[in-house]
Nanobody, 120 residues
Framework: QVQLVESGGGLVQAGGSLRLSCAAS????????MGWYRQAPGKQRDVVAA???????NYVDSVKGRFTISRDIAKNTIYLQMNSLKPEDTAIYYC??????????????WGQGTQVTVSS
């Protein structure tokens, strides 16, 4: 069972920056896409950014131009650079990996989440 471990969350003032990391416990084979999701209190978990196996990226409109998703394949790690943070970015941020294993079974892994709090 692959584990995803997020880090880098914390408390920051509006306008500040944070860099989240998501490290996989081992190489994940057959990944289709890895992404960052967030869940604010009382709200559903929504995707923020995603990066495909081919390296293409997508972002939700509210973070375009402020957040950047990237990866280091050698380190089995993806990142989320968050700039110009706003109070509405406050949430628990989760890492996700989705793909198909060698037995053609679809998998979907989640990390435990990391809290990001942006003060006004």
């Amino acid at each position: 069972q692959v584990q995803l471990v997020e880090s880098g969350g914390g408390l920051v003032q509006a306008g500040g920056s944070l860099r989240l990391s998501c490290a996989a416990s081992s190489t994940i084979l057959g990944i289709d896409v890895m992404g960052w999701y967030r869940q604010a209190p009382g709200k559903q978990r929504d995707v923020v950014a995603a990066i495909s196996s081919g390296g293409s990226t997508n972002y939700v409109d509210s973070v375009k131009g402020r957040f950047t998703i990237s990866r280091d394949i050698a380190k089995n790690t993806i990142y989320l650079q968050m700039n110009s943070l706003k109070p509405e970015d406050t949430a628990i941020y989760y890492c996700n990996a989705d793909g198909v294993d060698s037995a053609l079974r679809r998998y979907n892994y989640w990390g435990q989440g990391t809290q990001v709090t942006v003060s006004s």
